[in-house]
């Protein structure tokens, strides 16, 4: 028996060429997985990002510009995002620089994602960098030695039989997982194996909730300080009306405040930290238009997840921080939602509120660690998120240490 779709919208005629581009124009807007450019900043500028010998620079300029005090371990052990899954499709290879390491990612025929250390033990060409994947392996573009992804062993040598060589040489593995649209590196000063998983709403494991945007930039701070921005509720609204950031017409048109006294709840589990707050939006600072219940959840040491729930309707939104270098982070963002409505506000958002973060890059930037700070008891959730961030620290957890005005690790 054949079923009948029975719809309530007009017809559209696609006569007129502008009525099709209009509808294609709409439909991607509206529909589209699509990207936020990558940017960054520079004390207050915004520049592209990618560029490493000036993300370097820069990292340099600020170890010089401000006297850090005693500061933590760069490199806490845990689950870290390195790339959107988007951007290694099967058969392909890409760079990652990741926790002071430079790795080669590659994802197999079977759609299994692996990463390696960069360097073939060969003659040292970078993997990630043209190198090519036959199945799970991935060949040298130097010489073609091949390597499995399973274990990194070496399997062929193209134009040699070397037995005793391919059976004694093996590339580093490193640990990953996918979910949630990222691929996760595993990082252990002891060598470890993974003590948790990050959670993973429900919803968007099923895939009845799609991603509808995705981001990245970076922040030149410790990744400890970026993160204790969650707990430190008293810092929520000091920056309204700040000239710390240059304001475009965008800011003044939409704004979202998130208030001290909206917190409703803070907690700490074991590997997570749970905060319920209320936040406001705004047309022109003054006309509340939206009010939404966040659910906000740490998952380890660089992973956030925002339940936004607007009453009509819901999204989600995850963020996650990966160091890149010492006072350098990766910071990986994506928006998941269902109803076509949802999306509309997504892309608006997005489009005119940039990420919360941008507004802090500056002073974190140029802030210092003193070693004993002054705490009041108002502010008791900055020294419960210290003493909880500590676990993500171990013996040989590499420190960074001081000499004259900049730093080694």
């Known amino acids: 028996m054949e079923s009948t779709v029975v719809s309530d919208l007009p017809a559209i005629s696609f006569t007129s060429p502008i009525t099709a581009i209009i509808v294609i124009a709409l439909t991607y807007f ?8 990558k940017y960054t900043k520079e004390k207050l500028e915004y520049f592209m990002a990618g560029e490493q010998g000036k993300r370097k620079m820069m990292i340099n300029r600020l170890k010089t510009l401000r006297k850090n005090g005693k500061v933590p371990p760069p490199y806490p052990n845990g689950w870290f995002a390195v790339l959107h899954s988007e951007q290694l499709k099967a058969g392909g ?3 990652v620089c990741a926790l002071g390491l430079n790795l080669a990612a590659w994802r ?3 759609g299994q994602v692996y990463i390696s250390d960069a ?3 060969h003659l040292g060409a970078h993997l990630g960098v043209g190198g090519v994947v036959a199945d799970e392996c991935i060949g040298c573009p130097f010489h073609g030695w091949q390597f499995r992804g399973c274990d990194g062993a070496l399997t062929n040598i193209p134009y040699a039989k070397a037995e005793k ?3 004694n040489v093996h590339l580093k593995m490193h640990t990953v997982m996918e979910q949630s649209g990222l691929i996760y590196l595993w990082h252990h000063a002891e060598g470890e194996k993974p003590s948790y998983t990050p959670s993973e709403n429900p919803l968007v494991k099923s895939g009845e909730w799609l991603c509808r945007g995705r981001s990245s930039f970076e922040i030149y701070a410790h990744i400890q300080d970026v993160c204790e921005n969650g707990p430190d509720a008293q810092n929520m609204d000091k920056l309204k009306g700040s000239d710390v950031t240059k304001k475009t017409w965008k800011d003044y048109l939409l704004t979202c405040e998130h208030k ?4 409703v709840q803070s907690s700490f589990g074991k590997t997570t930290i749970n905060m319920i707050m209320h936040s406001d939006y705004y047309l022109f600072g003054k006309i509340k238009v939206l009010s939404a219940l966040v659910n906000a959840v740490q998952d380890g040491p660089g992973q956030f997840t ?3 729930d607007f009453g009509r309707f819901k999204l989600v939104v995850l963020y996650t921080l990966t160091p890149v270098g010492p006072l350098a982070q990766q910071v990986l963002q994506r928006w998941y939602c269902s109803s076509w409505f949802t999306t509309v506000i997504v892309k608006v958002k997005s489009l005119l509120l940039p990420p919360d973060a941008y507004k802090y890059v500056p002073l974190w930037n140029l802030k210092k660690n003193p070693q004993a700070p002054c705490v009041p008891k108002e502010e008791s959730g900055v020294k419960a998120f210290r003493s909880w961030y500590d676990q993500y620290y171990s013996e040989n957890s590499r420190a960074m240490t001081l000499k004259g005005d ?3 690790w």
Do not use: H, Q, R
């Open 306 to 308: 925002l339940d936004m």
């Open 406 to 408: 900049n730093y080694e």
């Open 30 to 37: 509206f529909l589209g997985n699509w990207n936020i450019p």
């Open 108 to 110: 197999g025929k079977s």
């Open 119 to 121: 360097y073939c033990p």
């Open 165 to 167: 060589v391919i059976g």
């Open 260 to 263: 001290a006294e909206n917190v």
């Open 93 to 95: 290879a890409t760079e």
